[in-house]
């Protein structure tokens, strides 16, 4: 060894060798990143390439690419995407995102394309999308988020739950959250049977933390008479609807009788016949047909919307989750007095 290496018992030789080594292993590390880092560029790149074709109706890819485009042409996407624009949009943020190489430059333009695709009822491409972004940054709230959108419409709600840990961690309150997965898979959930059911419902409208609203009306379709007795007077606001269109079969006159709220909004309904002077239910719209009743008026009925607390936004239709901005618990039953027409009623259960 001492023929081949005349200076294997120099010290300093030795620490040559370390210094080598070193210097290889750093080497190796940077190339195998940057070909991981290139990997994934390339992966990116092909998913939003099968994704492209026939999607944006726009010319734009005939636009040459300049730094200066981004601004105006991201504010353009998101508009289009806020219409219902969403072939449009999301032909603009695939140009947008093409062009741009540096992951953390076009985040946001990848949070949008997420964004669009869950709008326009692409599930599986915006979770990929999503899923994309978090495997580049894990700490991205807005995509852990809308990731567990995206697996609760997809009825994953075990991979939805997964997506709650990291937000835990990242410092984010989830309680609302867990709370709302929880019904969601209890209610889903065909194994339990009815019993069961109804006594889990039991509890849990007794926790604030759990939709009042959403338990309730799961109790009318199961168990009409826990449903009565659980009745929240205070909360019947949010409630309004379902007591409205609940067919004559499935009230309990006893109940109603006792409570002056409930007998009048049946009066109004004109399930009870008003006898003598009506008592006020402290609902101005119920009230107000007692008292058109009164004055030989039939011909007024209840009109419900449905707005969200967080975007203001108004839907015909009941919701769990806002279909604008995705919000849990934010429902506001909106009553207005309206017409009478000649049909017959039907149930929202
Ligand atoms: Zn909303």
Redesign the pocket.
Known sequence: MDKILPAYNDPLFSILIIVLLILVVAIVSFVMGNYKEERQRKTLKSFLGKIKTDECTLDIEKLPFEEALITPLSLLAHTFSTQGEYQKSIGIYLYLINNISPFPKKEYLLEGLGKTYLKAGFLKRSESIFLEILRKHARNREALYHLEVVYELLNKHDKAGQTLKPLEILGENSNSLKAHLKLSNLLKNQEINREDKVKKLKQLIEDSSYSYRRVIKELFKLDLNAAWELLDIDKIDSILDILWFLPSSNLNFDIISTNKTLSSIYRAKGVLEAKGSVSKSGIFVIDTINAAQKGGSHEVDLNFKYG?S??K?HFPISFER?P??Y?ID?IQVKVSLAKKQSHTGYSLL
């Open positions: 969200c967080r975007c936004q806002c604008k901005c919000a934010s």
